[in-house]
């Protein structure tokens, strides 16, 4: 439960300050990986992209939903993203009554563009660690994004390459 305080042990409470450290860091990257493009992107429009890329074409209820904002906050940001040419808006035969919206060729190549900005830094992190476990810390890290309701790597990837043929195909 969001917001909730729990009771941690010592050691629990030692990787819950570390991993916050760590959001930290990565907070950074993404800003940076962002600052680093031609197209000007919010971190909140950017994780609306990530979401087309995870989920495919969301209705702005739904991403509102994701995104822990209102109804009309996902509409304006999606409004943003459609005068930029990153989504785009349309209606399904099935559902009429709601807005559609899809990351198009441009939205899917800044998506990843700006990951593999991100992934070069975070490798560059690694690269200067000493892992002695590196599947085993893998393991654990894929079990907090799958926790956190995240798609995990293998899948995300796929379904960002998937999403080519899905813009391209326009729908």
Same mark, same amino acid.
Do not use: Y
């Given at each position: 439960?969001?917001?909730?305080?729990? @009771?941690?042990?010592?050691?629990?409470?030692? *990787?819950? +300050?570390?991993?916050?450290?760590?959001?930290? %860091?990565?907070?950074?990257?993404?800003?940076?990986?962002?600052?680093?493009?031609?197209?000007?992107?919010?971190?909140?429009?950017? !994780?609306?992209?990530?979401?087309?890329?995870?989920?495919?074409?969301? !209705?702005?209820? +739904?991403?509102?939903?994701?995104?822990?904002?209102?109804?009309?906050?996902?509409? !304006?940001?999606?409004?943003?993203? %459609?005068?930029?040419?990153?989504?785009?808006?349309? *209606? @399904?035969?099935?559902?009429? @009554?709601?807005?559609? %919206?899809?990351?198009?060729?441009?939205?899917?190549?800044?998506?990843?563009?700006?990951?593999?900005?991100?992934?070069?830094?975070?490798?560059?992190?690694?690269?200067?660690?000493?892992?002695?476990?590196?599947?085993?810390?893998?393991?654990?890290?894929?079990?907090?994004?799958?926790?956190?309701?995240? %798609?995990?790597?293998?899948?995300?990837? @796929?379904?960002?390459?998937?999403?080519?043929?899905?813009?391209?195909?326009?729908?």
């Amino acid at each position: 439960m969001a917001g909730a305080v729990q @009771r941690l042990s010592a050691a629990e409470e030692e *990787v819950t +300050d570390a991993l916050l450290a760590l959001s930290r %860091v990565f907070v950074g990257t993404a800003a940076r990986s962002l600052a680093r493009l031609d197209e000007e992107v919010t971190l909140p429009q950017f !994780r609306t992209l990530v979401l087309l890329v995870s989920r495919g074409p969301q !209705r702005i209820v +739904d991403l509102a939903v994701e995104l822990d904002v209102s109804s009309s906050t996902a509409t !304006r940001m999606c409004d943003r993203l %459609v005068r930029k040419g990153l989504v785009a808006r349309h *209606v @399904r035969a099935d559902d009429r @009554r709601a807005a559609w %919206v899809a990351l198009t060729p441009q939205g899917r190549d800044l998506v990843g563009e700006a990951m593999a900005v991100r992934r070069a830094a975070i490798a560059d992190l690694v690269a200067d660690l000493a892992i002695t476990r590196p599947l085993g810390f893998a393991a654990l890290v894929n079990a907090l994004v799958e926790a956190a309701g995240e %798609v995990p790597p293998a899948e995300w990837r @796929r379904r960002w390459e998937a999403s080519a043929v899905t813009t391209e195909s326009g729908g």
